[in-house]
């Protein structure tokens, strides 16, 4: 499984804004499948924040972890609808997604934001997935590597290491898309990533990195096999428990 064995993967779904109570049937399900079928990587559900603290009631005591979507920079106080860290934390999530491209575009986030996000995720006690990538348009004017190393320089908190911060390589053209770059593309990306997580952070060895974008059962074997992809952030594919068992299959062979 790539040339990083001594990192166990994480194959995470990002549920978006989809869900409603009915929902956590496919948890249910998902639940059954992976207690009887163990994959040799962890597992992570990131709902909308509405169904956490039930979704943690219908995983408990599973391998299945929790994580939200999102989580504000500060700790408490005057934020109209937002959710703070201490508050996923306290429904009993394990980790936040920051810095998805969906909410860079749709609010405006930078990465200052979602170094300041990570970072508070990390305080209580969460492991902050933080995401990167390129859009169409840098990618074919042959800036996809600058892109990355200004968002994961600006986005990284100071202080992070391998135990409190995950990184996602998303390409923004391959998200929902059905596109996927080539597999050496992926692997060009990911050593960049490598290289600049070592020459950052101590632990930058050890940090997983996880591609998203358009994976599928299809092309999961092949994605997850390429040099440093340590597992996987899923979306559309993530919304049923028998298309997400196809996806962990890459990590029971
Ligand atoms: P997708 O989304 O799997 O539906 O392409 C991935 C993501 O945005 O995390």
Redesign the pocket.
């Known amino acids: 499984m790539g040339d990083t064995p001594h990192i166990r993967p994480l194959v995470a779904g990002?549920w978006?804004m989809n869900g409603l109570r009915a929902s956590l049937e496919q948890l249910s399900a998902l639940k059954s499948i992976v207690q009887t079928d163990l994959p040799q990587c962890d597992v992570l559900i990131c709902p909308p924040f509405t169904l956490i603290s039930q979704a943690a009631i219908a995983l408990n005591g599973t391998v299945i972890a929790l994580g939200s979507q999102d989580c504000h920079a500060n700790t408490s106080g005057a934020h109209t609808g937002d959710v703070s860290a201490d508050m996923v934390a306290d429904m009993g999530a394990s980790y936040a997604?920051v810095g998805?491209?969906?909410r860079r575009a749709d609010h405006g986030e930078s990465s200052e934001l979602v170094s300041a996000k990570a970072q508070a995720a990390i305080g209580s006690g969460l492991t902050a997935i933080i995401?990167v990538g390129e859009t169409q348009q840098q990618r074919d004017a042959g800036e996809t590597l600058s892109v990355i190393e200004s968002q994961l320089k600006d986005s990284l908190p100071p202080r992070a290491n391998a135990g409190s911060v995950v990184i996602?390589y998303?390409p923004v053209w391959?998200?929902?898309?059905g596109l996927t770059p080539s597999a050496d593309d992926v692997a060009e990306v990911h050593a960049y990533i490598r290289g600049q997580l070592e020459s950052l952070m101590d632990t930058g060895s050890s940090v997983r990195i996880l591609y998203?974008?358009?994976?599928?059962a299809a092309n999961a074997g092949e994605l997850m096999d390429v040099a440093n992809v340590n597992g996987a952030?899923?979306?559309?594919?993530?919304l049923k428990a028998s298309d997400f068992n196809g996806i962990l299959d890459a990590y029971r062979r």
């Not at 952030?233 to 993530?238: C, D, E, K, R, T």
């Open positions: 990002n978006k997604i998805h491209s969906e995401c996602a998303e391959a998200i929902g898309t998203g974008g358009s994976v599928k952030l899923v979306g559309g594919a993530s």
